[in-house]
């Protein structure tokens, strides 16, 4: 893939002059300003107490960053896709503008890849992963010539089949788990030995099943692993790609040719969820990579990443009104309109996942004054609804905004039907050419009839008229 070559934002774009690689900027300024605006455009307000922001020009300088990042390392000519995990922001403009930046798209649903069609990326660009692939998905998939990664044996029975009765384009490949070990977060640790993702490489006769596989399809060309999550040390990802890069050696010098021509090294990089700062970064990971796996970049594979957190995190925020401000036992509590239904994650699991919330006041400028500790509550209906317990923070009073922050993936974009909360619009925002700042919806409101209509609306009867 030829270096990148955008004309945007100069910070993101090839190395510093001291040969440094490229930080994507921080957003907190970006970040300031969009919420004023929100504010005093009303995008936000009384009568539309939540939103959703995503900020563009961080979106595009994080997708520069990326190829950068690994056009640094690979040799030249390499063919390289970037293919964004669609489940970390489903979100169709997200997608079509990652994909004008270059990068594709990973799914792992029939809903997925609806969303990836529907932001127009085209199947060359796209890798459908899915641990639970129905015939007909893997059929249209074939059908397509979108690259499918077999997660196991059965699976790959089924591709048998569907490469005997029809032609595809689709290059194929196999899913394995190099069980490197898990990270700090089990629930998301795919590479442990008991993960339910790929053929487990260190079970007994795994190994030499994979090889015979390969062997066996001289259509198999691809080798997939997704060994990293949030919690995960980059030296433990890095390994997990060295076993895979080895066992693909492997299968190439037993074939005798170079039937392995791409690696998919999944994504899965950590994000930084202390601070504006992006770290690790994307570039730090491919010179590590490049470090510990040099034969990776040395022309003789192509190569497959899925990033999603680390692309996209940093770039969001729920803003959130403060509806009343109240206390008990002492501890004050601001009560919001963001909790569960757009932070599952932190609400159900803090101590994993938690978020910083920053103050705003009624007109959407940074509060100041002394921290006073408190909890940021959200709507629903049962106690542990939290954005942040016991948090020192400027205190947040009636009016004001709570803003949770890095929740640009896996957070408000992943709605939680709790109490039939409703999902909250969605609002890109960038320049606006006069020093200001403009917004574009990614996602409206959903409303109260939509509510009804996706909770039976239409078969109100159906249990009193029926039986
Ligand atoms: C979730 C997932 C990703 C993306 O993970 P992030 O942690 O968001 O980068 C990539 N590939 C596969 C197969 C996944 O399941």
Redesign the pocket.
């Known amino acids: 893939m030829a270096a990148y070559t955008g004309t945007g934002d100069a910070d993101t774009t090839g190395e510093e002059p001291d040969g440094a690689p490229i930080r994507v900027p921080d957003g907190g300024a970006r970040r300031d300003e969009a919420v004023r605006a929100a504010v005093e455009q009303g995008l936000v307000g009384p009568a539309t107490p939540i939103i959703g922001l995503l900020d563009i020009t961080g979106i595009r300088a994080s997708a520069a960053a990326l190829r950068a990042a690994f056009d640094t390392v690979v040799a030249p000519g390499t063919p390289v896709l970037h293919a964004f995990?669609v489940?970390?922001t489903p979100l169709v403009p997200v997608l079509r503008l990652l994909h004008r930046e270059g990068i594709g798209a990973?799914v792992?649903s029939p809903g997925e890849l609806a969303l990836a069609r529907a932001a127009g990326v085209p199947p060359a660009r796209t890798v459908l992963?899915s641990p639970a692939k129905t015939p007909a998905e893997l059929r249209e998939a074939l059908a397509l010539g979108i690259a499918v990664n077999a997660d196991n044996p059965q699976e790959l029975d089924r591709i048998d089949g569907l490469v005997r009765s029809a032609s595809t384009r689709s290059p194929l490949g196999i899913r394995v788990n190099p069980q490197v070990g898990g990270g700090s977060i089990s629930a998301l640790s795919t590479a442990t030995a008991t993960s339910k993702f790929g053929v487990a490489l260190r079970d007994e006769g795994a190994r030499e099943w994979v090889v015979r596989a390969y062997l066996d399809r001289p259509w198999l060309t691809r080798l997939h692993a997704?060994s990293?999550?949030?919690g995960m040390p980059l030296e433990l990802m890095a390994r997990g790609v060295a076993e895979t890069y080895g066992i693909a050696e492997e299968i190439n010098e037993r074939a005798g040719r170079r039937q392995i021509d791409t690696l998919d090294i999944?994504?899965?990089?950590p994000v930084n969820f202390g601070s504006d700062t992006e770290t690790p970064t994307h570039a730090e990971y491919a010179r590590l990579l490049a470090a510990t796996v040099p034969g990776l970049f040395d022309g003789r594979y192509g190569l497959v990443t899925?990033?999603?957190?680390?692309l996209l995190a940093k770039h969001g925020v729920v803003l959130a009104r403060v509806e009343y401000a109240k206390s008990a036992g002492g501890r004050a509590i601001a009560v919001t309109h963001a909790g569960v239904q757009v932070a599952a994650r932190t609400v159900y699991a803090p101590v994993s996942w938690p978020l910083r919330v920053a103050a705003y006041d009624t007109k959407g400028r940074p509060k100041t004054g002394p921290d006073v500790v408190q909890d940021v509550a959200g709507p629903a209906c049962f106690a542990g609804d939290l954005l942040a317990e016991g948090r020192s923070m400027p205190l947040l009073e009636q009016g004001d905004y709570a803003a949770a922050l890095d929740t640009g993936?896996y957070y408000f974009a992943h709605h939680y039907t709790y109490n039939s909360l409703a999902r909250p619009g969605i609002y890109g925002f960038g320049p606006d050419g006069a020093g200001g700042v403009r917004f574009a919806v990614v996602r409206t409101p959903q409303t109260l009839d939509e509510i009804v209509a996706e909770s039976g609306g239409a078969h109100a009867g159906a249990l009193t008229d029926t039986f």
């Open positions: 995990a489940k970390a990973e792992a992963d997704h990293g999550s949030q999944g994504g899965g990089l899925e990033f999603g957190r680390s993936a």
